[in-house]
């Protein structure tokens, strides 16, 4: 039977509530009501052939409570006339919010609404936009909203997060909200004050004037002879000191396993540096860098092929090593599997490393496949740099 029943006229109303519609009508003042509702009814061969059904039917509409119900007469050859809902109709924002029982969600919206009047009305816009994430948001609303306050006297404080001195608020705070944040400091904030330049979680400092810690980057000199040089050789420095360094170096490798960084061997004019997946902006201060031959050895799946692919953005003259089809078919015993591949096409990889990556995504040799790094025996590696050293 397709009639409309009873349960259904709320869960349109449900569905109303669940996009957000009728919370945004609060802020916006939009009439939504009166609102008709669908309502399927039986055809006139349906109530003529099965009418004690069409009758329960008729009784459990008009029992619905919050409707209003309009009627229309129908005529049975045996019963004579009788009245069927013709439509089905929510009368007021009150009545809708009573059939799908949330009225204490809305007094709590309602409250957030009025702060958000009287303290930030700029952000009014967003609680239109986003009624259901404010709500989510209903026991850190009042928290966000002061530290909107704060960055609004404080523009670009240059601190940082741990130093925010909000009462009830701290850094961790911060940090677990920068999402939501990041969208009301961009309609709280004066425009001149965003670094529109940065986005994203990993650009919220950036964007807004924070200090950010400073990106580390590790590496290892591979030849003693080089000043400085330091005894153990596993050296960490932030970004900017690192680009200061400007080592007499003509060969930089970088890796992405810990073991391979430690036990790299020895090499002529050399350093290698543990790679950091993608994240490359922390070598962008590096220029030196461009006078340097530079060696990208990642797994052999689609995200090590996307970071060199991200690499090339920093440095256009990056070679791959050890990400051929010889190294992966040499070590078919030690396939994985990749959990959750890259399909977008890598415009600055060279025909080889497409043409790989290509098989890769495609699935050509076999399901989600992947070579790790730290698979491949260390005697093919060492003779990788064998026949690099021998080409210089």
Request: aromatic share 10%; hydrophobic share 45%; proline share 4%.
């Amino acid at each position: 039977m397709s009639w409309t029943r009873a349960g259904n006229f709320r869960t349109q109303v449900e569905k109303l509530w669940e996009r957000g519609d009728m919370l945004a009508s609060l802020v916006t003042g939009e009439l939504l009501f009166p609102r008709r509702l669908i309502l399927r009814c039986p055809t006139s061969g349906e109530m003529a052939e099965r009418f004690n059904e069409v009758r329960a039917w008729v009784g459990e509409v008009r029992a619905v409570p919050h409707c209003r119900i309009e009627m229309r007469e129908f005529k049975h050859r045996v019963f004579g006339a009788n009245s069927v809902p013709a439509e089905v109709w929510i009368d007021s924002f009150d009545d809708a919010v009573a059939l799908a029982a949330k009225r204490r969600e809305v007094l709590c919206f309602t409250s957030l609404l009025n702060a958000t009047r009287q303290c930030q009305p700029k952000l009014l816009e967003w609680l239109a936009k986003r009624p259901m994430r404010a709500l989510a948001l209903a026991d850190e609303w009042s928290r966000l909203l002061d530290i909107v306050t704060w960055m609004q006297v404080h523009p670009r404080p240059d601190v940082y997060l741990r130093q925010v001195d909000i009462p009830g608020v701290h850094s961790k705070f911060i940090e677990t909200h920068r999402s939501v944040l990041a969208e009301l400091f961009d309609m709280a904030l004066p425009p001149e004050t965003i670094d529109v330049s940065a986005s994203g979680i990993n650009g919220f400092a950036t964007r807004y004037g924070f200090r950010d810690k400073p990106l580390r980057i590790r590496f290892r000199f591979l030849d003693t002879n080089l000043i400085p040089y330091v005894p153990g050789q596993d050296i960490t420095l932030d970004a900017v000191s690192f680009a200061q360094l400007d080592p007499m170096v003509s060969q930089v490798f970088i890796v992405e396993n810990e073991i391979n960084f430690l036990a790299f061997p020895q090499i002529k004019d050399s350093l290698v540096i543990f790679g950091s997946g993608y994240g490359f902006e922390m070598l962008s201060q590096s220029r030196w860098l461009l006078r340097c031959r530079i060696h990208y050895w990642g797994d052999i799946d689609t995200h090590g092929f996307a970071i060199l692919d991200q690499l090339r953005n920093q440095f256009t003259h990056v070679e791959s090593l050890l990400m051929d089809r010889a190294t992966l078919l040499e070590f078919e015993l030690h396939w994985g599997e990749e959990e959750k591949q890259i399909l977008r096409g890598l415009s600055r990889l060279n025909a080889e490393e497409a043409s790989v990556y290509n098989d890769l995504r495609d699935n050509r040799i076999h399901k989600n496949l992947r070579l790790e790094q730290e698979k491949i025996s260390f005697g093919w590696f060492e003779a990788a740099l064998k026949k690099l050293s021998d080409s210089r």
